[in-house]
């Protein structure tokens, strides 16, 4: 009976939190999947079994996220953008300088991702690097990738036409290029986090409809990762353009050099948290 409850409870927290997603995501709100699951878990908690039946000092810890991650996001975005004010921007041959600089900001970036995901993935996967190790390959990695960008910039030509109209319009390509890097970044971190908290429930039902039991801790099947996987992507493609155009538009005018200190700023504080 108790197993028969939780399988239908957590349907009703996917239900309910994909039809508010998908609500917020054709306004182009660009609400929180991780809230939204956790406030329907919560719902269906105190539903089914009680008020009792909430931990409501994890609840607390989530809750005083809603200000500790953006606060810290917005923290090591100011001094990411005020060092390519100082290194870049603020001289008098920025294209010069931005050709110098950026592969280094490419490596941070490389760096930052990898080593958390050898550290804290890799595990899960059956793999075990010692933290020396760790640490040497993702340096390692993190060089290569930016060895491989410094090389693609260098090719970058100024175009003076276009620098009359917008002084900084090639330092900004160059900064593009390095979006690529901290969008793979920040897809990885919204990958490693969102989705999990969207294919917690379903792992949970497919463990207890296979057991008949409910359990602290369920084994989660690959082919729920692969559906988790790929419904990112689709609904990505099909269904994001409202979301993308309210963060990449509307909540201030970004630029690339401005959108890499976002991304990279946001994919370091969720790998991290």
């Given at each position: 009976?108790?197993?028969?409850?939780?399988?239908?409870a957590?349907m009703?927290?996917?239900?309910?939190?994909?039809?508010?997603?998908?609500?917020?995501?054709?306004?182009?709100?660009?609400?929180?999947?991780?809230?939204?699951?956790?406030?329907?878990?919560?719902?269906?908690?105190?539903?089914?079994?009680?008020?009792?039946?909430?931990?409501?000092g994890?609840?607390?810890?989530?809750?005083?996220s809603?200000?500790?991650?953006?606060?810290?996001?917005?923290?090591?975005?100011?001094?990411?953008?005020?060092?390519?004010?100082?290194?870049?921007?603020?001289?008098?041959?920025?294209?010069?300088?931005?050709?110098?600089?950026?592969?280094?900001?490419?490596?941070?970036?490389?760096?930052?991702?990898?080593?958390?995901?050898?550290?804290?993935?890799?595990?899960?996967?059956?793999?075990?690097?010692?933290?020396?190790?760790?640490?040497?390959?993702?340096t390692?990695?993190?060089?290569?990738?930016?060895?491989?960008?410094?090389?693609?910039?260098?090719?970058?030509?100024?175009?003076?036409?276009?620098?009359?109209?917008?002084?900084?319009?090639?330092?900004?390509?160059?900064?593009?290029?390095?979006?690529?890097v901290?969008?793979?970044?920040?897809?990885?971190?919204?990958?490693?986090?969102?989705?999990?908290?969207?294919?917690?429930?379903?792992?949970?039902?497919?463990?207890?409809?296979?057991?008949?039991?409910v359990?602290?801790?369920?084994?989660?099947?690959?082919?729920?990762?692969?559906?988790?996987?790929?419904?990112?992507?689709?609904?990505?493609?099909?269904?994001?353009?409202?979301?993308?155009?309210?963060?990449?538009?509307?909540?201030?005018?970004?630029?690339?050099?401005?959108?890499?200190?976002?991304?990279?700023?946001?994919?370091?504080?969720?790998?991290?948290?």
């Amino acid at each position: 009976e108790n197993a028969q409850i939780f399988i239908w409870a957590m349907m009703a927290a996917l239900i309910s939190a994909a039809l508010w997603v998908n609500l917020a995501t054709w306004v182009g709100a660009p609400v929180s999947t991780t809230h939204s699951i956790v406030g329907a878990i919560i719902g269906f908690a105190v539903a089914g079994i009680g008020i009792d039946a909430v931990a409501w000092g994890k609840v607390g810890q989530i809750a005083a996220s809603w200000v500790v991650s953006p606060l810290t996001a917005g923290i090591i975005a100011f001094f990411i953008y005020l060092s390519v004010l100082k290194l870049i921007l603020s001289h008098d041959d920025p294209l010069e300088r931005a050709k110098r600089y950026v592969p280094v900001y490419m490596f941070f970036a490389a760096f930052t991702i990898t080593l958390v995901t050898i550290l804290k993935g890799l595990s899960h996967v059956g793999l075990e690097i010692s933290t020396r190790d760790s640490y040497l390959l993702a340096t390692v990695i993190a060089i290569g990738i930016a060895i491989v960008g410094g090389f693609v910039i260098r090719r970058v030509k100024a175009d003076p036409k276009a620098e009359k109209d917008q002084h900084f319009v090639t330092v900004e390509r160059v900064f593009g290029m390095l979006m690529v890097v901290t969008a793979c970044g920040m897809a990885f971190a919204h990958g490693s986090n969102d989705v999990a908290n969207a294919i917690g429930p379903l792992a949970a039902v497919v463990s207890v409809a296979q057991t008949g039991q409910v359990t602290a801790q369920a084994s989660i099947a690959p082919w729920v990762l692969l559906l988790g996987g790929a419904g990112i992507v689709i609904g990505l493609a099909t269904y994001g353009r409202h979301v993308i155009a309210t963060v990449g538009q509307k909540i201030t005018h970004l630029t690339p050099s401005r959108g890499f200190a976002a991304e990279l700023a946001a994919a370091t504080t969720i790998v991290v948290a």
